[in-house]
C-alpha cells in the first residue's frame, strides 16, 4: 500500500488519558499535516513538518499536544490529559514540496477517530 | 469574513440534474486552489486543481475568479454515486496559516433516484 497510513483507526479513551497517533506519510513525500476534522466542520491545521523540522504550529495545538518526525518518515500525534473537547478526527496528509501545499494538494490518510469519555 | 465560506447545504437533487457549489475566500493574495470529496465517515480526497482560469474534468467543471475572490465547481448529470461533501480548499500567500492548505466546511449533496 502506497498511501498514508494511519494507525490506530479508533481510539476511545477517559478523559485525563495521554494518547498517542501514528502516520507514516507517502514514502517520497517531504512534507506532513495534521489536522484535526469535527462533525460538520472541514479539516482545521494543526501543525507542519518538512522533513523532521517543525515548521508551523496552529493556535489549535495547546500544550496538551506535541507532533515529532524524529527521522522525516513517520511521525506521531501525542494528546496528554485528554478532554472531551479533544474528541474529533486526527487527519495526517503528506505532500511533495515544490511551493505552498506542494501546488498538487494533499493526500490524507483515513484518519483516527478519538473518542473521550 | 472566514477565510473561506463555502453555500450552506445541504443540496438536495435528482439524477441527471446540474448542481453548482460556490465559495469565497478572503485573502487576494491566495495562490491556487482545490476542490476535494469526502464521502461520510472518511478522509477528505482530491477532486480537481483549480488553476489559472479554471478546468474541466468529464462531468465537473471548475472556475475561478481572482477579480472576486470567488471558486466555483459544476457537477453535470449528477449521479447516484455523486452524493458526497464537497470541500472548497485554497492555498493561502505564504506568510498567512503557515504554509497549510485552508480548508472549507463543506457542502453536502444528496443525489436521489
Known amino acids: 500500500d502506497t498511501g498514508v497510513s494511519q494507525d490506530p483507526r479508533h481510539k476511545i479513551t477517559k478523559r485525563g488519558q495521554n494518547v498517542t497517533f501514528r502516520c507514516d506519510p507517502i514514502s517520497e513525500h517531504n512534507r506532513l499535516y495534521w489536522y484535526r476534522q469535527t462533525l460538520g466542520q472541514g479539516p482545521e491545521f494543526l501543525t507542519y513538518f518538512q522533513n523532521e523540522a517543525q515548521l508551523e504550529k496552529s493556535r489549535l495545538l495547546s500544550d496538551r499536544f506535541s507532533a515529532e518526525r524524529p527521522k522525516g518518515s513517520f511521525s506521531t500525534l501525542e494528546i496528554q490529559r485528554t478532554e472531551q473537547g479533544d474528541s474529533a478526527m486526527y487527519l495526517c496528509a503528506s505532500t511533495v514540496g515544490g511551493g505552498p501545499g506542494g501546488g498538487y494538494g494533499y493526500t490524507f490518510g483515513s484518519g483516527t477517530r478519538l473518542t473521550v469519555v | 469574513r472566514k477565510e473561506v465560506e463555502q453555500d450552506p447545504g445541504p443540496f438536495n437533487v435528482p439524477e441527471g440534474a446540474t448542481v453548482a457549489f460556490n465559495c469565497t475566500y478572503s485573502?487576494?493574495?491566495?495562490?491556487?486552489f482545490f476542490w476535494y470529496r469526502q464521502d461520510c465517515r472518511k478522509e477528505p480526497k482530491l477532486l480537481m486543481s483549480?488553476?489559472?482560469s479554471g478546468n474541466e474534468d468529464g462531468r465537473f467543471t471548475a472556475q475561478l475568479n481572482r477579480a472576486s475572490q470567488y471558486i466555483s465547481l459544476l457537477i453535470r448529470d449528477s449521479k447516484l454515486s455523486d452524493s458526497a461533501t464537497y470541500i472548497c480548499v485554497v492555498n493561502p500567500a505564504a506568510g498567512q496559516a503557515g504554509t497549510a492548505l485552508i480548508f472549507g466546511k463543506g457542502t453536502t449533496l444528496s443525489v436521489s433516484s
Open positions: 485573502n487576494s493574495a491566495s495562490q491556487s
Open positions: 483549480v488553476y489559472s
